[in-house]
């Protein structure tokens, strides 16, 4: 399942979320969004991981939590999101 993770700070990499996510199960990729023309990154990412009840249980747990000073959003990403 994949899950959309916004209003991430700009110092969180792909790592970071593969640590946070990884306490719920097994994440098999992630993917910090970046700006094609500048590199930067735009605040949000997704993440996916290996089955639906360890995705659901990360996104009720993480959902509104503080990480680096900016309140995540995380919800079930829609495949036009990441597609």
Known sequence: MTIYVGRLNH?????HLELLFGHFGEVER???VTDRITGELRGFAFVEMKDERSA???IDKLDGVKLE???LVVRPAYPAQHG
Not at 11 to 15: G, N, P, S, V
């Open 11 to 15: 110092a969180i990499t792909e790592l």
């Open 30 to 32: 992630t993917n910090v």
């Open 69 to 71: 000073g900016a309140t």
């Open 56 to 58: 659901s249980k990360a």
